[in-house]
């Protein structure tokens, strides 16, 4: 049964490796870890978590320039989400010929991707925080199956991150310091509704959504570029014109990143890391803008704050 599975799952998918659900709860609860799994309907009756990996190419795309701002390397086209949707769809259809039951989760489930594709034998986690995988090397996307079958894992010995620190000096915000500081990291900083400190807006100087440094110091990456998903090859939305982007209305953003992943959290906060933007790159000339957006915005207290304290930068230039 093993073989078969991991036919199926060759053909869709560019990673997978299987853990017990009882060795995941077990190393889980070492680290005073007792969700309650309640999102998972009948998740006694599962057995194995089945890791599955895609990966997407590291080459970004030439940085515009000035008055443009250019998404983090894993939103340059379609949301992973949604990509994997897709293939699970297609491997539960041949799982269900197999009489295997399977639950699908990719993010928002109660399992720790990272750390159940390290029990998979996938790879390690890094001091940048993500999964290493000799092949892919960080540049993937993780996601789980549950199955109602035991099925053994692989044996694979990962490489861990030796005496290396590059990730941690590269860190422009030290998020990296002491292990991980998620409220420093900047891609949390592009993606969470807050009003921005000085510091914070400092760090929008080119990427205007997440953030890739720690991957792309990574030596462990070195060499690695696959191409192996048309949803994930730059879709032409990239570099996102500033000063149009806060002129879009949500109809119309909806259009162009409604299956992007930068859009999950709303137009606002690209919108208010535009501003920011736009505020590092002292574009004068979007002072009547940013001025409209903050007048339409009024309510929105996170994005007024934000965009009043750039106005006030830009008008004393
Ligand atoms: C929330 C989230 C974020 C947040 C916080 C990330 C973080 N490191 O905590 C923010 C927005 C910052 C973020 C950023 C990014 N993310 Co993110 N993120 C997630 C998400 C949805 C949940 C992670 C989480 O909060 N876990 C809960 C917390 C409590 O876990 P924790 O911090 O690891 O710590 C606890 C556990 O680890 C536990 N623990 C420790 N050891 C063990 C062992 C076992 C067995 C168990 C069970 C538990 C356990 O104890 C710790 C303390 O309580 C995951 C998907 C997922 N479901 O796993 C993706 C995910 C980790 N992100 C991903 C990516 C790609 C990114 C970015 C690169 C995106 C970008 N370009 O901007 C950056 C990288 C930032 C970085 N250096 O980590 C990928 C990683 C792929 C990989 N190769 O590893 C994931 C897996 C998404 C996916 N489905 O592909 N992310
Ligand atoms: S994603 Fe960026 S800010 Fe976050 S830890 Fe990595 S380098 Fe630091
Ligand atoms: S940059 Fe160095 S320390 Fe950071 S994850 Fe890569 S190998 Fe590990």
Same mark, same amino acid.
């Given at each position: 049964?093993?073989?078969?599975?991991?036919n199926?799952?060759?053909?869709?998918?560019?990673?997978?490796?299987f853990?017990?659900?009882?060795?995941?709860?077990?190393?889980?609860?070492?680290?005073g870890?007792?969700?309650?799994?309640?999102?998972?309907?009948?998740?006694?009756?599962?057995?194995?978590?089945?890791?599955?990996g895609?990966?997407?190419?590291?080459?970004?795309?030439?940085?515009?320039?000035?008055?443009?701002?250019? @998404?983090?390397r894993?939103? *340059?086209? $379609?949301?992973y989400? +949604?990509?994997?949707?897709? %293939?699970?769809?297609? =491997?539960? !259809?041949?799982?269900?010929k197999?009489?295997?039951?399977?639950?699908?989760?990719?993010?928002?489930s109660?399992?720790y991707?990272?750390?159940?594709?390290?029990?998979?034998?996938?790879?390690?986690?890094?001091?940048?925080?993500? @999964?290493?995988?000799n092949? *892919?090397? $960080?540049?993937?996307? +993780?996601?789980?199956?549950? %199955?109602?079958?035991? =099925?053994? !894992?692989?044996i694979?010995?990962?490489?861990?991150?030796?005496?290396?620190?590059l990730?941690?000096?590269?860190?422009p915000?030290?998020?990296?310091?002491?292990?991980?500081?998620?409220?420093?990291?900047?891609?949390?900083?592009?993606?969470?509704k807050?009003?921005?400190s000085?510091?914070?807006?400092?760090y929008?100087?080119? %990427?205007?959504?997440?953030?890739d440094?720690?991957?792309?110091?990574?030596?462990?990456n070195?060499?690695?570029?696959?191409?192996?998903?048309?949803e994930?090859?730059?879709?032409?939305?990239?570099?996102?014109?500033?000063?149009?982007l806060?002129?879009?209305?949500?109809?119309e953003?909806?259009?162009?990143?409604?299956?992007?992943?930068?859009?999950?959290?709303?137009?606002?906060?690209l919108?208010?890391?535009?501003?920011?933007?736009?505020?590092?790159?002292?574009?004068?000339?979007?002072i009547?803008?940013?001025?409209?957006?903050?007048?339409?915005?009024?309510n929105?207290?996170?994005?007024?704050?934000?965009?009043?304290?750039i106005?006030?930068?830009?008008?004393?230039?």
């Amino acid at each position: 049964m093993k073989e078969e599975i991991s036919n199926i799952l060759k053909k869709h998918v560019d990673l997978f490796g299987f853990i017990s659900i009882d060795e995941y709860l077990k190393t889980r609860s070492t680290y005073g870890k007792e969700d309650s799994f309640s999102r998972i309907p009948n998740f006694s009756k599962y057995k194995t978590i089945i890791v599955l990996g895609l990966s997407y190419p590291s080459k970004t795309v030439e940085y515009k320039g000035k008055s443009y701002g250019v @998404l983090s390397r894993y939103s *340059y086209n $379609t949301d992973y989400h +949604l990509v994997f949707k897709k %293939v699970f769809e297609t =491997i539960e !259809k041949a799982f269900d010929k197999l009489k295997i039951k399977s639950h699908f989760s990719v993010d928002v489930s109660d399992i720790y991707e990272k750390q159940a594709a390290t029990l998979a034998n996938l790879g390690c986690i890094g001091k940048n925080q993500l @999964l290493i995988n000799n092949k *892919y090397g $960080t540049y993937l996307n +993780l996601a789980t199956i549950l %199955v109602d079958i035991d =099925i053994t !894992k692989n044996i694979e010995v990962a490489d861990d991150c030796g005496d290396c620190t590059l990730c941690i000096d590269a860190c422009p915000s030290s998020a990296l310091d002491n292990g991980f500081d998620r409220e420093l990291c900047i891609s949390d900083i592009s993606q969470e509704k807050n009003i921005l400190s000085e510091t914070e807006i400092s760090y929008f100087k080119e %990427v205007i959504y997440g953030c890739d440094i720690c991957q792309q110091v990574c030596p462990k990456n070195t060499g690695i570029d696959f191409h192996l998903h048309e949803e994930y090859e730059p879709a032409g939305f990239e570099n996102i014109n500033l000063i149009s982007l806060l002129d879009l209305t949500n109809k119309e953003f909806k259009e162009i990143y409604g299956k992007n992943a930068s859009s999950w959290t709303g137009p606002l906060v690209l919108k208010r890391n535009a501003v920011c933007m736009i505020g590092n790159q002292k574009l004068v000339s979007a002072i009547p803008e940013i001025k409209r957006s903050i007048d339409k915005y009024k309510n929105v207290s996170w994005y007024n704050e934000t965009a009043t304290k750039i106005l006030k930068m830009l008008e004393s230039e």
